[in-house]
């Protein structure tokens, strides 16, 4: 069972480079969503869907765009990378958004020179 | 003032020593609580809820004081595998459904 997949797991990008991370859990869970976490400062949400076709903003989305066109997916944007953008974003999901359990993917860790 | 706060350690421990980490949140209307385990370079997983009535679940104990708000969680007999990262998540109920914090977590070393 692979759970919640994300990819890639590791790239670098040059200021203003545009990138895609892409997300997949085959749980059939309804939420899903994107963290970024730093040193000293714990997960912090970035933007969050609580189903097909629709996305909303967490707590830092500023510089990030998100899409939820299939229920299994979901994919964080950077369209313009800027170094405070160097971070450690884990995709998650869970069946409902008070559920117990967040499922984490792997981590993607993202460098910005 | 973080919402969740830690102390982040690290813990230095020998095997079979009992550690506790404390963990304390801000917002009252807090509704529930749960403790993650990070391995380095790895992603969280949860590790155990906690119940307002304490709970155990083998060698590692959780409780909840919600009076002074804070919870534990105390790991008996540690194992050199209990390394790892702890961190204090709360779910807060607030006008647009629930809101999940996590903590900056507890760093421990069991060493032999």
């Known amino acids: 069972n692979a759970g919640v997949t994300q990819t890639p797991k590791f790239r670098v990008l040059k200021t203003g480079q545009s990138m895609t991370l892409l997300c997949a859990q085959d749980?059939?869970?309804?939420?899903m969503y994107w963290y970024r976490q730093d040193p000293g400062m714990g997960l912090r949400l970035i933007h969050y869907?609580?189903?097909?076709?629709?996305?909303a903003k967490g707590e830092v989305p500023d510089g990030y765009n998100v899409s939820r066109l299939k229920k299994q997916n979901f994919l964080l944007g950077l369209e313009s990378a800027a170094p405070s953008q160097t971070s450690v974003y884990f995709c998650a999901s869970s069946d409902r958004l008070s559920g117990n359990t967040i499922y984490f993917g792997e981590g993607s860790w993202l460098t910005v020179v | 003032r973080k919402e969740v706060e830690q102390d982040p350690g690290p813990f230095n421990v020998p095997e079979g020593a009992t550690v506790a980490f404390n963990c304390t949140y801000s917002?009252?209307?807090?509704?529930?609580f749960f403790w993650y385990r990070q391995d380095c370079r790895k992603e969280p997983k949860l590790l155990m809820s906690v119940y307002s009535s304490g709970n155990e679940d083998g060698r590692f104990t959780a409780q909840l004081n919600r009076a002074s708000q804070y919870i534990s969680l105390l790991i008996r007999d540690s194992k050199l595998s209990d390394s790892a990262t702890y961190l204090c998540?709360?779910?807060?109920?607030?006008?647009?459904?629930?809101?999940?914090?996590f903590g900056a977590g507890t760093r421990l070393f069991v060493k032999a």
């Open positions: 869907s609580v189903g097909e076709g629709t996305t």
């Open positions: 917002n009252s209307a807090s509704q529930s």
């Open positions: 749980m059939n869970h309804e939420y």
């Open positions: 998540v709360v779910r807060v109920l607030n006008t647009g459904g629930f809101k999940t914090i």
